[in-house]
């Protein structure tokens, strides 16, 4: 299996547990990597579902949707961290239903 596609989620659990580590293939069951991109990338739409136990990890890496948590731990080309006023400018994206992208 091609594991050269990951996705690292630094969730640290409350007892202070690592995060944990998800590769591709995890989101896109019940398809292989290879057979996603052979198939399904930028040629037709895909939809699965996931498991409870891979949407609660992807949710405690995302803070279970807290916007200003998980803005605190994005960073800015610069380095910087973002201002409250630029939260506060996500979250009125997010209110009307707009992308937020964060790095």
């Given amino acids: 299996a091609d594991n ?3 996705y690292t989620i630094e969730a640290m659990a409350p ?3 690592a995060g944990f580590q998800l590769q591709f293939a995890d989101l896109v069951p019940p398809l292989t990597t290879e057979k996603f991109l052979k198939e399904h990338w930028g040629v037709k739409p895909f939809a699965t579902s ?3 136990d891979m949407l609660t990890i ?3 890496g995302f803070y279970d949707g807290n916007m200003a948590e ?3 731990n994005c960073r800015k080309e610069d380095n910087s961290s973002f201002t409250e006023s630029e939260l506060e400018a996500f979250q009125s994206d997010l209110d009307q239903r707009r992308s937020v992208i964060l790095p």
């Fill in 4 to 6: 050269s596609l990951f």
């Fill in 15 to 17: 007892s202070g547990e």
């Fill in 50 to 52: 996931l498991s409870e």
């Fill in 58 to 60: 992807i949710s405690v």
């Fill in 70 to 72: 998980c803005v605190a």
